[in-house]
């Protein structure tokens, strides 16, 4: 019988992987929301935040567990490479209207 090994095994999806992803997206919207407060450039209102967060936390968790799930390097860097084009896509899109 052939046995099969591989040379990454999965990684198991915590929550302690979790919990960091919404420690980041908290840390990067303290920028805008400094900002914001102090009267400086950035104007956000709730909806914006609210619409920051998801992205940021949505494409943070796709990251972790598409890391978690995939084994070989080249798949990972693909998916990741995928996940910061959408990222980026959408944030332009909501941003400044690249599609209209």
């Given at each position: ?8 095994p ?66 990972r ?24």
């Open positions: 019988m052939k046995t099969v090994t591989h040379s990454h999965a990684k198991p999806f915590s929550a302690r992987k979790v919990l960091r992803v919404l420690a980041v997206t908290g840390a990067l919207l303290l920028v805008p929301a400094v900002s914001t407060l102090s009267g400086g450039e950035f104007r956000w209102g709730v909806v914006d935040f609210a619409a920051a967060a998801v992205l940021l936390a949505g494409s943070g968790l796709a990251f972790e567990l598409a890391m978690a799930k995939l084994r070989t390097r080249s798949s860097l693909i998916a990741g490479t995928a996940i910061a084009l959408a990222l980026l896509t959408i944030w332009a899109e909501l941003a400044v209207g690249i599609f209209h």
